[in-house]
């Protein structure tokens, strides 16, 4: 299976980009929880979501839709087509939304409001950096020019946090600084403007685009509004202190949901390729496969050795944020797979899905949320991102059954292996975390042995090659 090790190799090739940069951010967490206060990193984070929340409002994901179209692009005139398009209609949406913007910072006296904005629009070059270099088959300058931008982020925060006292808006200007810098030089470096031009715009390809890139806005909106919501309701229910522990909380998880994205990234154009072929129903079975297993064995290693990696990692009033990462690992377990799964739906190019999927999770996280945070507090948010991405995960897999037949395995030993862990975990018993960290450690490479040695075969080989 070419199609197999191709996405195995471009896994491996954005991995190499990001988990060094994503290890050392960890490793900054005491440096992080140590000089911010859980109030500075609740604010931080709030900004962050909102951001998250607004940019495909911005954009309607036209580079999402511009990364599937230049997989499919032949010649050099239909690329040119494709990026005019994007680039001409981000453009003019930035200008307009910047000034909406601005008058509602000015009207209602905002804080922040100019640096949030330039924060906005600085994520809108990454996205439109990474989707035309992913798009046009860049696969290793996608990876180094992230892991520039990570790298150059962690050392501009050790300058503004460490140095100069910034607080939070020390983060925001390292991102700033960083993604400015990396999107120019890649722009330059892929010759962007040659392939920016008024006249290549065409309509009928426009429409196309735009139908497959606006079911995908409600998608994007409904997750950043999972997030929002959980946030927003924190920080008005138990103050913005909260909100920090919860965000903090988060961190764990988002490793998880980034070594899933090393995949996720690599998966979405081997998806769209593997459409046509014969075979292709085997492909979509085997990753699926694997990539269950691996997620699993990732969420039971995570709380397995987080007793001993948390007091190490977190300082001062952050500590409580260690009650709530194993409900939220298994949170973005489900998430993760319904990911895989709107990859099948984006190469069918059947995207409606998506979008009405999250919006029904998004409904019932922020009812939980309110239902429940007076009475259990931050574990309503833990709890309500749960249960709304268990939901998209159950409708998305019943909608996909009726496109791709997915084989299911035997969820008897996951079960008990996952309760053994939790015990594990919330009982702080030191004798049965040791036993548990190593029994699961022994379960994982067990259960992963078959991903773990085609790796090591692929890493062999191109080893040899560079001698």
């Not at 511009?66 to 005139?77: G, H, Q, T, V």
């Not at 990474?130 to 180094?144: D, E, F, H, P, W």
């Not at 995908?216 to 909260?242: E, K, M």
């Amino acid at each position: 299976m070419n199609r197999g090790k191709d996405l195995i190799f471009n896994t491996i090739i954005i991995a190499i980009g990001k988990f060094s940069t994503q290890l050392i951010t960890i490793l900054l967490l005491p440096i992080y929880t140590s000089i911010l206060s859980t109030e500075e990193y609740g604010i931080y984070d709030l900004i962050i979501t909102i951001t998250t929340f607004l940019l495909p409002f911005i954009t309607l994901l036209m580079e999402e839709s511009m990364f599937r179209f230049l997989i499919d692009a032949k010649s050099e005139i239909e690329k040119k087509q494709v990026i005019s398009q994007t680039v001409c209609y981000t453009l003019a949406s930035s200008i307009v939304f910047s000034i909406i913007i601005l008058i509602i910072g000015k009207l209602f006296h905002i804080q922040n409001t100019t640096i949030f904005l330039i924060y906005l629009l600085t994520n809108l070059l990454v996205g439109l950096r990474n989707a035309v270099v992913r798009g046009m088959g860049k696969i290793k300058l996608y990876s180094i020019s992230n892991f520039i931008t990570s790298i150059l982020v962690i050392l501009l925060n050790i300058v503004f946090i460490v140095w100069f006292k910034y607080g939070y808006y020390g983060l925001l200007y390292s991102a700033i600084i960083a993604n400015t810098l990396v999107s120019i030089v890649i722009f330059i470096k892929v010759h962007l403007f040659k392939y920016i031009s008024f006249k290549s715009c065409n309509k009928k390809q426009m429409q196309e685009m735009v139908r497959y890139s606006i079911p995908l806005v409600p998608n994007s909106i409904s997750w950043a509004i999972i997030n929002l919501s959980d946030r927003i309701v924190i920080s008005n229910v138990l103050g913005t202190s909260a909100n920090g522990v919860y965000s903090m909380s988060y961190k764990f998880p988002n490793v998880m949901d980034t070594v899933y994205n090393f995949f996720y990234t690599a998966w979405k154009e081997s998806a769209a390729k593997a459409v046509n072929d014969t075979d292709s129903i085997i492909f979509y079975n085997k990753i699926y496969t694997i990539l269950k297993q691996f997620l699993y064995a990732l969420v039971l290693g995570i709380i397995a050795f987080m007793p001993f990696v948390f007091p190490i990692l977190i300082k001062n009033e952050f500590t409580e944020a260690y009650l709530y990462i194993p409900v939220l690992l298994l949170a973005m377990y489900f998430n993760n797979i319904s990911g895989f799964y709107g990859g099948i739906f984006s190469a069918y190019k059947d995207t409606k899905i998506m979008g009405k999927t999250t919006i029904i999770s998004a409904i019932i996280n922020l009812v939980v949320d309110i239902i429940l945070i007076k009475f259990i507090g931050i574990w309503a948010a833990a709890f309500s991102t749960l249960i709304s991405a268990a939901v998209v995960y159950l409708l998305r897999k019943h909608k996909l059954s009726k496109i791709v037949k997915l084989k299911e395995g035997d969820y008897a030993l996951k079960l008990i292996m996952f309760a053994w862990v939790m015990v594990s975990y919330y009982t702080k018993n030191i004798w049965l975390q040791i036993a548990t960290a190593m029994g699961i450690a022994l379960y994982c490479i067990y259960t992963n042995k078959d991903v773990l040695q085609l790796i090591c075969q692929k890493a062999k080989t191109k080893i040899k090659a560079l001698k």
